[in-house]
């Protein structure tokens, strides 16, 4: 899906597309990272462009999408696969990489 630069605030109304792959909401108007949890149904979902969003601007962007969105491989035009890493026996816990990041995500 794309619906890049059209000025659009809030995801909202897309829950429903579980089978959705790419989602291109680059240069808009996005600033609440809850909106994302609109996204979280669509289980396939590898690409996300949000880029040039005011959101972006968070010094944890990348972090906080990969957070939102763990099946996600690519966040704008990098690839996540190098800066995530299952946890041994946990196919729903994700560690980023001390290589990439100094920061490690616990999982409880």
């Not at 809850?34 to 959101?55: C, I, M």
């Not at 957070?67 to 696969?81: E, H, K, N, W």
Request: with cysteine.
């Amino acid at each position: 899906m794309d619906i890049a630069s059209n000025r659009i605030k809030k995801i909202e109304n897309i829950s429903h597309l579980t089978e959705l792959q790419e989602f291109w909401m680059n240069d808009n108007l996005l600033e609440s990272w809850s909106d994302l949890d609109e996204l979280k149904g669509a289980r396939s979902l590898e690409t996300v462009y949000l880029e040039r969003n005011p959101l972006q601007k968070d010094p944890q962007y990348r972090r906080k999408v990969m957070l939102a969105l763990p099946s996600v491989r690519q966040i704008d035009a990098t690839f996540v696969r190098a800066l995530l890493q299952r946890a041994p026996g946990r196919a729903d816990c994700f560690h980023v990489c001390p290589s990439v990041l100094a920061t490690s995500l616990a999982c409880g």
